[in-house]
């Protein structure tokens, strides 16, 4: 968890993103040496960035660039002159992972190997993890994270933030950088668990430093919107056993209120663009608002991902597409919308496929979805849902 501000503190004290990333892991493996023999600190996190501080000073000197790193944050900021106070020197933003994916995502980079980057260093996602969340070969993500790496070293961009004035260009690159930690946190690519909290937290932090930096951009509230409704159905979408509990069927007095009020009025202050993320979030406060899952407004639902599809079109917008014109329009003319996208290795894809056909009581063509949906996600809680349903239509 505190792996992120690690690295994002070492990478403003010693300019390299890489060696940054270096310096701590290596502290990592200095606290899982010494802390069984000499106990967790009173303040983990605190002795964990002191520690990495002092790795990357030591290091600056061996490599005889110590007094030219004094003399240039001399020069910056006179007042300060104890190396360990360099990386809790304030700027605009006042956050070093804000801080470090605006670096990140430097226009030097293709966007692709920028988001990639920013999800490896300040996400905790593994290589793996990001690959599915763009549904490439994981090959093709490590070779955007190392290319990066070498191509932010080589052409010497300094870890700091741009001007104000360049900030914009880099905006729709931190947003999907964000939304993409909030979702691999919201449902999890792999493991035991359907969530991972943490990241959601995560997210949601940042998310709403950026708004505060950025008060006059709709989209920034509209991901903040988005995130916050969608962060309120998470007491319910888990059993007191961990298993998944679909949309349809969660108890929706357990929703956080508080977090839909927040998420409305960060919609409310995105106004009337139809920007990206300001579209999901009015689908995800359709869902908010409905008291009861008959309540919920389909057909509006459906000409929204209509639009959205249109603004931002992809795979996935068109099976969510589908999605709501089943519950509107019905289960065939859903179908028809399933058959034609292509998400090869997509989970999600033969899953709603599979519940439509059993609407349409194919029950045989339904289970066998069902089935290819189970073997395709690697989180055992998503398996076990698939496997049920499959199960579920032999009674």
Excluded at 125 to 136: G, P
Excluded at 342 to 362: I, T
Aim: proline share 7%.
């Amino acid at each position: 968890m505190e792996s992120a501000r690690i690295v994002a503190t070492l990478a403003r004290l010693v300019g390299d993103v890489g060696l940054a990333e270096e310096l701590a892991q290596d502290t990592m493996v200095i606290a899982l040496e010494q802390w069984p023999v000499a106990g967790v600190p009173e303040h983990p996190a605190s002795w964990l960035t002191a520690t990495a501080k002092h790795r990357a000073v030591d290091l600056l000197r061996r490599q005889g660039r110590y007094r030219e790193k004094l003399a240039e944050l001399g020069r910056t900021t006179p007042q300060v002159t104890d190396p360990d106070l360099a990386a809790e020197l304030d700027d605009y933003v006042g956050d070093d992972l804000l801080r470090l994916i605006f670096t990140t995502c430097h226009p030097v980079l293709p966007t692709e190997s920028r988001v990639a980057l920013t999800l490896r260093l300040l996400g905790g996602l593994s290589t793996d993890e990001i690959a599915r969340a763009y549904l490439v070969p994981e090959p093709t993500v490590g070779k955007r994270i190392t290319r990066a790496k070498r191509t932010l070293a080589e052409k010497r961009v300094p870890i700091e933030l741009p001007p104000p004035a360049e900030a914009a260009d880099r905006l729709a690159s931190v947003l999907q950088v964000i939304y993409l930690i909030f979702n691999e946190g919201y449902a999890a690519t792999a493991g035991e668990d359907w969530m991972r909290p943490a990241l959601c937290t995560e997210a949601l932090r940042l998310g709403r430093v950026l708004a505060g930096l950025a008060p006059d951009e709709p989209e920034v509230h509209g991901l903040v919107a988005l995130m916050e409704l969608q962060a309120s159905r998470t007491p319910a979408r888990t059993g007191a056993d961990g298993a998944p509990v679909l949309l349809q069927d969660q108890d929706r007095r357990r929703w956080d209120r508080l977090l839909i009020r927040r998420g409305l009025t960060a919609l409310d202050r995105a106004g009337s663009t139809l920007g990206p993320y300001v579209l999901q979030a009015s689908i995800a406060a359709c869902h908010a608002r409905a008291s009861t899952p008959a309540d919920t407004d389909w057909e509006r639902i459906a000409a929204l991902y209509e639009v959205l599809a249109y603004v931002a079109p992809s795979p996935v917008v068109e099976l969510n597409r589908a999605v709501a014109v089943g519950h509107a329009y019905g289960p065939a003319r859903a179908l028809a919308i399933v058959d034609a996208v292509d998400l090869p290795g997509y989970p999600l894809l033969p899953a709603v496929r599979g519940d439509l056909l059993a609407k349409l009581d194919r029950a045989a063509e339904a289970r066998a979805e069902f089935l290819r949906a189970a073997a395709m996600t690697r989180n055992s809680r998503e398996r076990d849902l698939f496997t049920a349903r499959a199960a579920a239509l032999l009674a």
